[in-house]
């Protein structure tokens, strides 16, 4: 089965690295989003892993924004990049082994926006890359550091957890591999530890993070 759909590339460009002068990454395939159908005979398979790795990115001066409820809040913009080893959620959760083998990894150049209070917003291109480092997937994410989906009331927990990142990732599967022909949707949970070196270095090390969501092929 092929997807019988045009393609939107996304314009993303090269990663930014505010004052840090950190080195370009080696090329990829070209990171594109495809859109899903509105009509048409399309399958859908369940998607479930998890994930552990790191996210760091350098940060550049800092610059004030304002707030509507105080003084201006430090903001700071930069750029850097994420690792994850990926693994299958179990057979109940996850359809896609076919697809993503055991041992494959998530792979993203990250554009940052990020405030004082660590509340901050990652976005970029992402690669899913099988064990022989093989692009399968390419696509756009976007993440949001201390947030939370289920605050009070629906759930016990604050809308601002130090330690908690979540987002979407919307891919395409790369031509003239296993996963020609899909689309990757899901959205991303993780707990993370938050750290770095000083005010301009900081780094997210992700011990426990859930992509769920769901690989969709259509037919022509």
């Not at 996210?55 to 924004?65: A, E």
């Not at 509507?68 to 750029?79: D, K, S, V």
């Amino acid at each position: 089965m092929r997807l019988a759909i045009g393609a939107t590339v996304l314009a993303v460009g090269l990663l930014a690295t505010g004052n840090s002068g950190q080195e370009r990454e080696a090329p990829h395939a070209k990171a594109q989003v495809m859109d899903i159908p509105e009509n048409g005979k399309c399958c859908l398979w369940r998607l479930g892993l998890t994930a552990k790795g790191e996210i760091s990115h350098n940060l550049g001066d800092v610059y004030k924004c304002p707030s509507p409820e105080g003084p201006p809040i430090p903001t700071q913009w930069g750029g850097g990049s994420m690792r994850l080893e990926l693994a299958s959620a179990g057979r109940k959760c996850d359809e896609s082994q076919t697809i993503i083998p055991p041992g494959s990894t998530l792979n993203a150049r990250l554009h940052t926006y990020r405030r004082a209070d660590e509340f901050a917003v990652l976005f970029g291109e992402f690669w899913i890359k099988d064990p022989g480092m093989k692009d399968l997937f390419t696509g756009r994410v976007e993440l949001v550091n201390k947030i939370n989906s289920f605050p009070i009331p629906r759930g016990n927990e604050p809308c601002d957890r130090r330690d908690q990142m979540e987002g979407w990732l919307a891919g395409t599967g790369v031509k003239d591999t296993k996963a020609d022909g899909y689309l990757l949707r899901a959205v991303f949970a993780a707990r993370t530890d938050p750290g770095g070196d000083g005010e301009k270095m900081i780094r997210y090390a992700i011990g426990a993070a859930n992509l769920d969501g769901a690989l969709i092929v259509c037919k022509e």
